[in-house]
């Protein structure tokens, strides 16, 4: 009965992947729009691609000494921490926004956003710098698969429950939310770190049945934590988070995420190439990037299958030095 089950899932999967796939024409055409730069600047011309610009105008108002230490207390004492009010100017996330609903539009999802200039610069604000080095150190980097997560009213939802590393340290995750995350369109969820003892949390980690009791604590210790578009929100590796299903009637909730990892720290062979948090990557580093993000995350988000193929070219390029 259960082996029925999982021969008709593998069966709808197959059929799924199949109807969502590019043909083998559409997956060349695909390739050489993706490494056309002119391409990426006609479908957003209010965003740019390598337009080697100073972005020193991102920030709203820039973190003060004291937010940054509450900040890093918080993520000490509790797991995680959010800003209370935008650090990015609205007129930057507006525009952004729109490159991810033009993407869309195109036929692309929307981790093609890492393209232009404006996501990497996003994350590499005088604040993000100062806050970043602060809880990591100097020598901190960024790893090379970036995500952006867009969930559509009524039907979409963030990741269910999970936590980002179970098996190894220092690394730490970051997320800005481009639309504003509320509770009805699928803002995120955590449970703070210091309400989940050590042995609950193997459990958890484990798949083991909780008791009710242990679930209890957990629902109660849960933190909603809705955010402006422009702000920002991390938690530890360690630390249960996920989205809710969003409601109707709402705006779609879109953020893009990155996560580092501390100075000293060595990466595995799924984390590399690290990238420089503080220089934004040349053209060919930003597809890599992207197609290191589909292969990265595609078990976990199915509409990034189609790009499979895309992703492995692009990867093959880089190795050979071939992108220009
Ligand atoms: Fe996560």
């Not at 996501?119 to 990591?136: E, G, Y």
């Not at 958890?204 to 578009?229: F, G, I």
């Amino acid at each position: 009965m259960e082996t029925g089950k999982a021969e008709a899932g593998k069966v709808l999967f197959k059929a799924l992947f199949e109807k969502e796939s590019f043909s083998e024409e559409e997956t060349n055409r695909r390739i050489e729009l993706a490494r056309s730069q002119d391409y990426w600047r006609q479908l957003n011309p209010q965003l740019n691609v390598c337009a080697d610009l100073t972005f020193d105008d991102f920030e709203k108002d820039a973190l003060t000494n004291n937010e940054i230490d509450d900040m890093l207390g918080k993520l000490g004492r509790e797991g995680y921490f959010s800003t209370q009010a935008p650090l990015i100017r609205k007129e930057i996330t507006d525009r952004m926004l729109l490159g991810v609903e033009n993407l869309r539009k195109a036929g692309w999802h929307e981790v093609w956003a890492f393209v232009y200039d404006e996501f990497w610069q996003v994350t590499r604000t005088p604040s993000m710098l100062r806050l970043l080095s602060a809880h990591l150190g100097k020598g901190f980097m960024a790893m090379p698969h970036v995500v952006v997560h867009y969930v559509c009213p009524e039907k979409g939802s963030g990741w269910s429950p999970h936590v980002d590393f179970y098996d190894r340290h220092d690394r730490f995750t970051v997320w800005f939310p481009l639309t504003d995350a509320t509770i009805d369109n699928g803002c995120m969820y955590i449970i703070a770190r210091h309400r989940v003892s050590d042995t609950l949390l193997v459990k958890w980690l484990n798949m083991e049945d909780l008791s009710h009791r242990e679930v209890k604590n957990l629902l109660q210790s849960t933190r909603a934590l809705p955010v402006p578009a422009g702000s920002i929100l991390s938690w530890k590796g360690d630390v249960i988070h996920w989205g809710t299903i969003s409601s109707k009637n709402v705006e779609p909730r879109v953020s893009l995420s990155v996560v580092y990892i501390k100075e000293n720290t060595p990466p595995l062979p799924d984390e590399v190439p690290l990238l420089s948090p503080v220089e934004v990557p040349d053209f060919s580093t930003r597809l890599m990037s992207v197609a290191k993000a589909i292969k990265y995350y595609k078990i976990h988000v199915l509409s990034l299958n189609k790009f499979s193929a895309i992703a492995h070219e692009l990867l093959t390029a880089y190795k050979e030095n071939r992108i220009a």
